[in-house]
């Protein structure tokens, strides 16, 4: 079993609507926890770091971490043909600076 | 503006050749990864380094090497390529303190033929 699940999509929604795009894990010694945006031949960009539990705002872009379900989300709102990219979440353990990556969810964002 | 910097962007080469990938960054960062990213799957990390003459193998085997004689330099060596070697290889660093996350490169996608 992998450390991190995510589904790969590809995950299409039209302009405008909320975006949820989740991540499962089994290490609950997980406490950073972050979202990373890939668009097409380009290196990942970080989006959201959260630690421990509870929830991150920034813009239009909202992380979301339930440690008691091993559960983190993100969310999108007003989602734009710009947010397409695939969306890679990573986490790691206190005492390390290795993270685990998910695989990635595409999403394509319609006009 | 990207303040790390891979080359070549894409490479095609032929089977038994000795290529080096190059990985730069200008943010004075501490430790530096190597990631190989092969299609729907997850990030592997090959190599990482924690400082000048610090390298260690990461989580997937590779028949890759690299060094770290200074700071901003981070290349990755394959000795003899094989087609098993085509995939895409992220470079990333990190800064030594606190926990903002990696800066990845845009990336080398490496073509074994």
């Known amino acids: 079993q992998k450390e991190v699940e995510q589904d790969p999509g590809p995950l299409s929604v039209p302009e405008g609507a909320i975006v949820s795009l989740n991540c499962t894990y089994s290490?609950?010694?997980?406490?950073?926890f972050m979202w990373y945006r890939q668009y097409s031949r380009k290196g990942p960009e970080l989006l959201m770091y959260?630690?421990?539990?509870g929830n991150k705002e920034d813009g239009r872009f909202t992380a979301q971490v339930d440690k008691s379900s091993k559960y983190i989300s993100l969310f999108i709102r007003d989602s734009q043909p710009s947010d397409s990219a695939t969306y890679l979440c990573a986490m790691s353990a206190s005492g390390t600076y290795k993270y685990i990556f998910g695989t990635g969810t595409r999403l394509k964002v319609l006009a | 503006e990207a303040d790390i910097y891979q080359t070549p962007r894409y490479l095609v080469i032929g089977t038994g050749k000795k290529i080096t990938l190059e990985c730069s960054q200008t943010?004075?960062?501490?430790?530096m990864y190597w990631y190989q990213q092969d299609p729907g799957m997850e990030l592997h990390l090959i190599h990482y380094?924690?400082?000048?003459?610090?390298?260690e193998k990461g989580d997937l085997s590779s028949e890759s090497t690299v060094s770290r004689i200074r700071t901003e330099h981070f290349p990755l060596t394959l000795e003899s390529a094989r087609p098993s070697h085509t995939s895409q290889y992220l470079c990333a660093s990190s800064e030594s303190r606190g926990r903002d996350g990696y800066t990845f490169g845009s990336g080398t996608r490496l073509t074994v033929v």
């Open positions: 380094s924690y400082g000048v003459n610090s390298t």
């Open positions: 943010m004075g960062h501490d430790k």
């Open positions: 959260t630690y421990s539990s």
């Open positions: 290490n609950s010694a997980f406490q950073y």
